[in-house]
C-alpha cells in the first residue's frame, strides 16, 4: 500500500486526497475492464460547475496525468487532480458505498458547508 503523494516528482506537503480500500479495489476493476495501464493511467478527479448547490464531482479514467496534476497513489491506484479542482477537494476521502438504495463512488470532503438534498453537488 503506498500513500504517498507526488507532485511534479517532489513530496507533497498539502492535504492529501486519501482513498480507501474498497474504492481503489473497484476502481482498479473497471480500469482494468477499459483495458488501461495500471502503472501510467489512473482515476482523474475533478470539479466542475453544476447542480443545485454550484459544484460537483467528476470522475473518469485518464491514461496519463497532465503536466500540471498533483498524482496520489493509494493501494496501488493512481489519481490525478488538476490545480484548480485541488482548491475544492484537498483533504477529501473517496470512498466506495454499497447500499440498499445506492452503489457507487463517493467523495468526503471536509471543505463543504452544504450539499444539496441528493449529494450530488455541494457548495464550499
Not at 16 to 44: C, F, H, K, M, N
Not at 75 to 97: M, N, Q, T
Amino acid at each position: 500500500m503506498s500513500t504517498d503523494s507526488v507532485d511534479g516528482g517532489q513530496a507533497n506537503t498539502r492535504p492529501q486526497i486519501e482513498v480507501t480500500e474498497i474504492a481503489a479495489e473497484q476502481a482498479r476493476s473497471l480500469l482494468e475492464s477499459e483495458d488501461l495501464d495500471p502503472t501510467e493511467a489512473g482515476l482523474r478527479l475533478f470539479v466542475q460547475q453544476g447542480g443545485c448547490a454550484g459544484l460537483s464531482y467528476g470522475m473518469r479514467f485518464d491514461d496519463s496525468p497532465d503536466d500540471d496534476d498533483t498524482i496520489y497513489e493509494h493501494h496501488e491506484l493512481r489519481v490525478f487532480v488538476d490545480p484548480a479542482s485541488l482548491k475544492y477537494i484537498e483533504g477529501s476521502v473517496l470512498d466506495y458505498e454499497e447500499g440498499l438504495q445506492a452503489e457507487g463512488f463517493h467523495v468526503e470532503n471536509p471543505n463543504v458547508v452544504s450539499e444539496c438534498g441528493c449529494g450530488e453537488s455541494f457548495r464550499t
